[in-house]
């Protein structure tokens, strides 16, 4: 089992960047890790993957503006957000993932505003 403690999240203008951190409790080596977000009246999406070999894919909305990224050796995960929108107004959740077992933090709250 692991825990997770999302931190990173805030208040910032559109255009702004942000960098979200996922600290773990434990090894993620073995773990596919991700990022999540849900709006209030959403369902939770999800926002960017990496698996544990490295690779990394996004959803639509936000290719080329966030990068997912991991350090195993810190049991870190990380993902940046740059040119944020309003759209992107959420709670972002962080999630490891192996075989049947799915893992979640508390979540942090990422607000986009002028």
């Known amino acids: 089992q692991v825990q997770l403690v999302e931190s990173g999240g805030g208040l910032v203008q559109p255009g702004g960047s942000l960098r979200l951190s996922c600290a773990a409790s434990g090894s993620i080596f073995i773990f596919a890790m991700g990022w999540y977000r849900q709006a209030p009246g959403n369902e939770r999406e999800l926002v960017a993957r990496?698996?544990?070999?490295?690779?990394?894919n996004y959803a639509d909305s936000v290719k080329g503006r966030f990068t997912i990224s991991r350090d195993n050796a810190k049991k870190t995960v990380y993902l940046q957000m740059n040119s944020l929108k309003p759209e992107d107004t959420a709670v972002y959740y962080c999630?490891?993932?192996?075989?049947?077992?799915?893992?979640w933090g508390q979540g942090t709250q990422v607000t986009v505003s002028s």
């Open positions: 990496i698996t544990r070999g490295g690779s990394t």
């Open positions: 999630n490891a993932h192996f075989g049947s077992s799915d893992y």
